[in-house]
């Protein structure tokens, strides 16, 4: 069967869902927490079993009908007291039956929805601790058993210290976080007056307790203190046979120990079914112990005993103190006292070397020597007592072997250096001198196997190194002996080389081989060069065994010129630098000749050039003179003159006519100038003159060419003259003639 939902039904449920989720957005709890506060109540400070409340109160800010969710959580010393966080939702936390341990700081949080904030802290302080109660198992026992104590503070809390005492005494001591300590205690003395405490830490301070009950407890004492006897006194002299005895009560004897000891030294654990007999020494004076145990007790007596030397240690000596080997030497054995119960005679001696017996006596004679070194020692024996002397070490010295005489790294000449001087064999000390010549420079000693001879020294030349000797003695003028002389390589450093070019500088060419020779005055092979090109860069490094050395330059080219020199150095470790030669490189001879015949050409070009412009502008000029002048109608019969001169050495241009008749006046000088400065390149016409035609002959007529006088003729018929139109004979010769316009 299906149900409908009407439309009404359905959009009313959607509306009210609309108005819920709002109302969930609108309305939602908002909160905040202003304030936390911890009270202690009835008051801060109270007396013990007082009951104690912490009330955390929270002021919170919320929305009207609002139900807020609020969690409370107490802490003393940052420590949480309500351990079920869950469900704290108490505001208060008691304390009941308050005790001194419940001292501390306390705080307090709120939670809310997830927000927190805590109180500031606040102090409690509980005043009063509780006395506490002793008992103990038993009031009467017997030294050595053990009572078993209890101190109990009833109802305290926290960390207590619990201390028992006897007096001004204290028997034990313990911490715990009970109310109560149980403790086995072992007493050994007569009446203990017991009592007991405890403390509390309260982090700045400490809170002691008043002091128990006290219980007397009776020990009764246990007699096993030993008695300790010795046979025959107290004082004795070596060799006297001496018996220590020691005792106890005879009901406690069954169960107990009884020791004898000497200092650290126990000398008898059975003293109970023996005495303890021995021969006096002189070392056996001092303190003697009897020492009794039963159980955990422990009882002792003592006596001190003196015993008396009956001689004194001997002693060995060697003489002469020190012997070399191949020496007579003795050796005494010696006591510096003895006892008047003995005589000398009465005292033997003996001597041994490394443990094995030499002689029976006080005196042993040898000759120093391998065999006799070793390790003496003397005995001495009277009265049954033998002593025994230190050790005494001979060992025959070695006379001084032939030294060698060595030098520490190389020698150079003018630098100092070291002469070790060494001997393989000779006992120590040693004196070493350092000769030249037989005259003795320095001299050192050496007293340890680590020390060795040196001499800081120098010499001028290499033939001086041969004079030098060691001499080394270890006794006395016998033992001198003297090394052989002084022979090792001497190095001469490297004097200031000098740097040869072939060919000379001035006289090389591009193409030509270029040799440079560095040479030194003197030095020590094998020596070192190199050689250094323009910029100081190094362009070849060899080492050989003469004094000089070359490189070759192959068809060195223009930018192989530049500055050279070379470097000299041996194993003197000092190095020496020529001077500087300049090297110059200039082009090959057939270069030479190739840019002269391409400078030559160039010349002939030149000229060439020049003589084919001038003689065109040449040419121009000729041909603008044969047409400057033309008959404005010419006839057959009509003859005309035309003299067009060239001068440079006028001013101003003139026509003239044969009969003195002038064309046109001269020019202005101002006007010439001005047309000589604007074509600079155009021959000047002086002045121009124009004749009536005479009857002249035509092989008297001058040509000029370039700066000469040219001379045409313009003639008409035979007879008189024709009248000519001046003003455009003019007209036409400037024109023709290329005249300078005149300026205004």
């Not at 606040?122 to 109660?133: E, F, Q, W």
């Not at 005055?521 to 323009?534: A, Q, T």
């Not at 124009?690 to 092989?699: K, N």
Request: proline share 5%.
């Amino acid at each position: 069967m299906q149900v409908k939902i009407q439309p009404s039904l359905r959009m009313g449920t959607i509306l009210l869902l609309f108005l819920l989720t709002l109302k969930c957005i609108f309305f939602s709890s908002e909160f905040f927490i202003k304030s936390v506060i911890l009270i202690i109540q009835p008051r801060n400070e109270v007396q013990r079993s007082t009951n104690v409340s912490l009330i955390c109160q929270a002021e919170v800010t919320h929305t009207a009908g609002s139900h807020l969710n609020y969690k409370y959580i107490f802490y003393k010393y940052d420590q949480p007291l309500n351990t079920d966080q869950t469900n704290a939702t108490d505001s208060l936390y008691s304390i009941p039956d308050a005790r001194v341990g419940h001292s501390g700081i306390y705080k307090c949080a709120v939670i809310i929805e997830g927000k927190k904030r805590e109180s500031n802290v606040n102090y409690l302080t509980v005043k009063g601790l509780l006395a506490p109660v002793l008992t103990v198992d038993k009031l009467r026992l017997t030294e050595g058993d053990d009572v078993t104590a209890v101190c109990t503070a009833e109802g305290e809390t926290g960390f207590l210290m619990f201390f028992f005492r006897d007096g001004p005494e204290e028997l034990y001591r313990k911490d715990t976080n009970s109310q109560k300590v149980e403790q086995k205690l072992t007493l050994d003395k007569g009446t203990v007056n017991m009592f007991c405490y405890y403390s509390i830490n309260l982090g700045s301070t400490v809170e002691t307790s008043s002091n128990s009950n006290v219980i007397s407890i009776d020990i009764e004492e246990l007699g096993i203190k030993p008695n300790i006897t010795v046979i025959p006194s107290t004082y004795v002299t070596e060799g006297d046979n001496i018996t220590f005895s020691c005792s106890v009560n005879m009901t406690q004897q069954r169960n107990s120990e009884l020791i004898l000891s000497h200092g650290h030294t126990t000398l008898s654990s059975n003293m109970i079914h023996e005495d303890y007999a021995m021969l006096a020494k002189a070392n056996d004076s001092g303190e003697y112990e009897c020492i009794s145990s039963l159980g955990g007790v422990h009882k002792s007596s003592s006596l001190n005993i003196t015993v008396k030397e009956i001689f004194s240690i001997p002693f060995l000596s060697i003489h002469p103190a020190k012997v070399f080997e191949g020496e007579h030497f003795a050796i005494t054995c010696q006591i510096r006292s003895f006892a008047s119960r003995i005589q000398r005679e009465d005292i033997k001696y003996s001597i041994f070397r490394d443990k094995t017996l030499v002689i029976n006596d006080n005196r042993y004679n040898g000759t120093a020597g391998k065999a006799t070194n070793g390790n003496y020692v003397c005995k001495a024996e009277a009265n049954r007592i033998i002593k025994e002397s230190s050790m005494l070490l001979l060992g025959a010295k070695v006379l001084v072997s032939k030294p060698e005489i060595t030098v520490d790294g190389p020698v150079i000449v003018d630098k100092p250096f070291w002469i070790r001087c060494h001997s393989e064999n000779g006992s120590l000390p040693i004196i070493y001198s350092l000769k030249r010549n037989n005259f003795i420079l320095n001299w050192t000693e050496v007293s340890h196997f680590q020390e060795e001879a040196r001499f800081l020294t120098l010499i001028s030349t290499p033939s001086d190194i041969s004079s030098y000797l060691c001499e080394a003695e270890n006794n006395g003028q016998v033992s001198i002996k003297m090394s052989e002389r002084l022979h090792v390589t001497v190095i001469v450093p490297v004097g200031k080389p000098l740097l040869t070019v072939l060919p000379v500088p001035e006289n090389i060419e591009e193409g030509n081989d270029v040799t440079l020779i560095c040479g030194i005055p003197k030095g020590s092979p094998p020596i070192s060069f190199r050689f250094y090109g323009s910029n100081h860069t190094a362009i070849h490094t060899t080492t050989v065994q003469s004094n000089s050395s070359s490189f070759v330059l192959s068809t060195v080219k223009r930018k192989n010129s530049g500055n050279y020199y070379c470097e000299a150095f041996n194993t003197a470790d000092m190095s020496s630098r020529s001077d500087i030669v300049k090297v110059e490189v200039s082009l090959a001879m057939w270069k030479k000749a190739l840019i002269a015949v391409f400078c030559m050409l160039l010349v002939a070009l030149l000229v060439l050039f020049i003589v084919m412009h001038y003689k065109a502008k040449r040419g121009k000029i000729q041909m603008a003179a044969k047409l400057s002048v033309k008959p404005a109608s010419p006839k057959s019969d009509d003859s005309l003159t035309l003299s067009l001169t060239h001068d440079p050495h006028y001013n101003a241009h003139t026509v003239e006519v044969n009969n003195k008749e002038s064309v046109w006046s001269e020019r202005p000088p101002d006007e010439a100038d001005q047309d000589s400065l604007q074509s600079p390149n155009e021959g000047d016409v002086e002045y121009t003159e124009v004749v009536h035609p005479q009857p002249v002959d035509p092989t008297q007529i001058p040509l000029r060419k370039g700066t000469e006088t040219v001379y045409s003729e313009l003639q008409t018929s035979q007879g008189a003259p024709e009248n000519i139109n001046h003003q455009s004979l003019l007209e036409y010769a400037e024109l023709n003639h290329d005249l300078p316009e005149p300026v205004d």
